[in-house]
C-alpha cells in the first residue's frame, strides 16, 4: 500500500473545475455561498434518510439565519426515479424557489441538479440525454443556480456537469447533461460525512475509486485527467481503509471527499464497462450503486488488460504494488474488495442470470460503453456479466 504524506491542511477555496469551499466547518459558509450564487429562496433537495438528519437541520437553520427563505423536498430514493424528478419539480414550481442547494449522497445531488435544470424547461428531461449535442436542446435561461453540499465521499456530482435518473418506464438509467448544470458553489465539508455508515462509507468510497480507475483506463488524450485520476487513485488506496475502520478520522475524511470530486473530474475523459453494467443492475435490481462498482471493477479490469497493460504498469507504480500490471491491480482490488468487506459477485448482490440478455443488451446501450478501453457488444457484456455472477475473474 502506498503511503501519501499526511495532509498539509484541511482547509482550503479553489476555482477547479468550479468554487469549491472544503474543509471542516465550512457549512456554515452556505448562505454565504447562496448569495454568491444567486439565490435567495433556495430549496434544499435531498434524500428520505437525511430528512430528519441533524446535518440537514442545521443547514437549513444556518440559511433561514441570514435571512434566507429555504423550502425543503427530501422524497429521493438511492437510485432516484423520474418521479421523485417531476416531484422535486413541481414542489419547485409551486414554492417560487430560485435555486436549489443539491444536499446529500449522489441521489440527493442528481435530483438536486436536475430539479435546477429543469425548472424552466418546457421539453421532457429525457429530451437531455447525455447523446450526441442533445444539451444544446435546453434552453439556458430555464436553469436556476445550483449549490452543492456533499455529505458522502463517492460520486463527485458536486462538482459534474451530468446526472443519473432513472427512467421507470424502461427500467433504465439515463445520462442528464449540461455544462450549466455543474454548481455555482460546492460546499465539502468533511464533518458532514462523519456519521455516514462503515458500509456505506466503504461503497461509496469504491464509487470514487470506479470513477478515478475508469477515467485514467479511457481512451484518448487528457493528461489533465490522468493525473488527477491518478493522484485520486493514490489517496483511495490509503484513506479508505483508515476512514471505514474510523469514521471520525478527519484526515481521512477530508481525503476521501477529495478524491470523490477528482473522480468525477476526471471522468470528464470517460468511463467504461464497469458503469456500463452498474447502471442496468441497478436499475432491474435496485442495488446500491458504488457496491455494484465495487463488485464488478476486477472483472473489468482483467477484461480490458490488452488495452491497459501499459498503464497499469504505471498505476502499479504508483501504488506500489509487489505485482507490477494487470495482474497487480486485479490483486489489489480483490484484496481491498476483501479487507472491506465487499461481496465478490454480482449473485451475492441478489443478480440472477434470468435477466441477462437484457442487462447485456442495455449495458451494450449505456453511455459509458463508448469510452471503454476495448469496444463491448451485448455478447462480450453477457460474458462478462456472467465471469460477475459466478466469481470467475480471468
Request: aromatic residues 6%; charged residues 20%; glycine residues 10%.
Amino acid at each position: 500500500m502506498s503511503v501519501p504524506p499526511a495532509l498539509p491542511t484541511l482547509k482550503g477555496s479553489w476555482n477547479y473545475p468550479t468554487r469549491v469551499l472544503f474543509g471542516p466547518g465550512r457549512i456554515a459558509e452556505l448562505a454565504d455561498a447562496c448569495k454568491t450564487a444567486g439565490i435567495a429562496k433556495p430549496l434544499l433537495v435531498t434524500d428520505k434518510g437525511l430528512e430528519n438528519a441533524p446535518i440537514t437541520h442545521r443547514a437549513m437553520e444556518i440559511m433561514k439565519a441570514a435571512g434566507l427563505a429555504p423550502g425543503l423536498f427530501a422524497e429521493v430514493k438511492g437510485n432516484p426515479t423520474s418521479k421523485n424528478l417531476d416531484d422535486g419539480i413541481a414542489a419547485f414550481r409551486a414554492g417560487g424557489y430560485d435555486g436549489v442547494v443539491a444536499f446529500g449522497g449522489g441521489s440527493g445531488l442528481d435530483v438536486g441538479k436536475t430539479v435546477a435544470f429543469m425548472a424552466g424547461q418546457t421539453r421532457p428531461v429525457w429530451d437531455f440525454e447525455d447523446v450526441g449535442d442533445w444539451w444544446t436542446r435546453a434552453d439556458p435561461a430555464g436553469i436556476r443556480p445550483i449549490v452543492a453540499v456533499p455529505t458522502t465521499a463517492g460520486t463527485g456530482s458536486e462538482v459534474g456537469r451530468a446526472t443519473v435518473i432513472t427512467n421507470e418506464t424502461t427500467h433504465e438509467k439515463k445520462i442528464i447533461f449540461h455544462p450549466l448544470m455543474l454548481p455555482k458553489v460546492v460546499i465539502a465539508d468533511p464533518e458532514l460525512t462523519i456519521g455516514l455508515p462503515r458500509n456505506l462509507t466503504v461503497w461509496t468510497g469504491f464509487d470514487a475509486l470506479a470513477h478515478c480507475l475508469e477515467a485514467y483506463c479511457a481512451p484518448g488524450f487528457h493528461p489533465m485527467a490522468d493525473g488527477i485520476a491518478l493522484e485520486g487513485l493514490r489517496l483511495i488506496d490509503h484513506y479508505l481503509p483508515k476512514a471505514a475502520a474510523d469514521g471520525t478520522d478527519i484526515e481521512a475524511r477530508s481525503a476521501m471527499l477529495a478524491a470523490a470530486a477528482m473522480g468525477a473530474t476526471a471522468f470528464q475523459k470517460g468511463l467504461g464497462a464497469v458503469h456500463s453494467v452498474s447502471h442496468p443492475v441497478g436499475a432491474f435490481y435496485d442495488t446500491h450503486h458504488g457496491l455494484t462498482n465495487a463488485v464488478m471493477l476486477p472483472y473489468v479490469v482483467a477484461h480490458n488488460r490488452p488495452a491497459i497493460e501499459a498503464r497499469m504498469e504505471i498505476l502499479s507504480r504508483v501504488l506500489q504494488l509487489p505485482t507490477a500490471g494487470v495482474d497487480g491491480v486485479v490483486a489489489w482490488l480483490l484484496k481491498l474488495r476483501s479487507d472491506l468487506g465487499v461481496p465478490h459477485t454480482l449473485a451475492d448482490l441478489g443478480v440472477g442470470d434470468d435477466r441477462l440478455k437484457e442487462l447485456a443488451a442495455a449495458a451494450e446501450r449505456d453511455p459509458s460503453t463508448g469510452s471503454n478501453p476495448v469496444a463491448m457488444t451485448a455478447a462480450d457484456f453477457e460474458l462478462l456479466i456472467t465471469d460477475a455472477l459466478h466469481g470467475a475473474v480471468g
